[in-house]
């Protein structure tokens, strides 16, 4: 499985960069748990990153809620930082249901004030609060999310690194929003190089790797000490 934008990307954005016998290499088996949780940063974050509404963030997080109600943590190999994992359990728990005549927010078609509560929670405890706004701390958990992907090997670095650097306006309405944020450019132009230069791919997968490596969830305090993800059996 993977995120549905990078489905896409093997089709449109490698057509006629990469011979189709060698599109097979560009492919990665990621792990169901992971997945979801990858899936449900990707389109919590999408009001953020100006995507998406907050009826976005509702509809997927009822969504990711009604698949993991009563999974135990334990089922599967950690895949996501234990700390991570139980930051968005806590924060999601108190995520509640619309009442029977309970107000929508403006512009909204089923989203209640406490809903927006719950999900700019998640934004500043995944992006950080660095006093720039939800949509930056939005943005940064996007990012978060991505260079994780890319760094634990869930993601070829070249499909990893457009989807990454698809929120480059994030960028450039944040100029200060960190290095999660600042890091965009330089990832959109190895991905642009890779795309053009064959030569030059080995280094470009490098860089994106490396950038990845030093912005990914394992980068985040722990109480635990270090911390990588563990693939099942």
């Not at 997080?61 to 943590?73: E, G, K």
Request: glycine share 8%; net charge neutral.
């Amino acid at each position: 499985m993977s995120l549905d934008i990078e489905g896409d990307l093997l089709d449109n954005l490698l057509f006629g960069a990469v011979p189709m016998t060698q599109v097979e290499l560009l492919r990665r088996n990621v792990p169901f748990a992971r997945d979801l949780f990858d899936r449900f940063i990707y389109r919590a974050t999408q009001y953020s990153i100006v995507e998406g509404t907050w009826d976005t963030f509702v509809g997927e997080s009822s969504r990711y809620l009604t698949i993991t109600r009563n999974q135990s943590s334990d089922v599967v190999p950690p895949l996501i930082p234990p700390h991570v994992a139980a930051a968005v359990t806590d924060i999601m728990s108190s995520f509640p249901r619309r009442q029977p005549g309970e107000a929508i927010i403006d512009g909204h078609q089923m989203t209640t004030v406490t809903q927006q509560r719950v999900g700019k929670e998640l934004m500043l405890a995944l992006g950080g609060d660095h006093g720039d706004g939800i949509h930056a701390a939005g943005a940064r958990a996007f990012s978060v999310m991505m260079s994780a992907r890319i760094a634990d090997g869930f993601v070829h670095p070249v499909i990893g690194g457009h989807v990454w650097s698809s929120i480059l306006p994030a960028e450039r309405r944040a100029r200060h929003g960190g290095p999660h944020l600042t890091v965009l450019p330089t990832i959109a132009a190895a991905v642009d190089t890779w795309r053009t230069s064959p030569t030059d791919r080995a280094r470009c997968e490098r860089l994106i790797i490396d950038l990845a490596h030093a912005r990914g969830w394992q980068k985040l305090p722990t109480e635990g000490g270090s911390w990588h993800a563990e693939r099942p059996t």
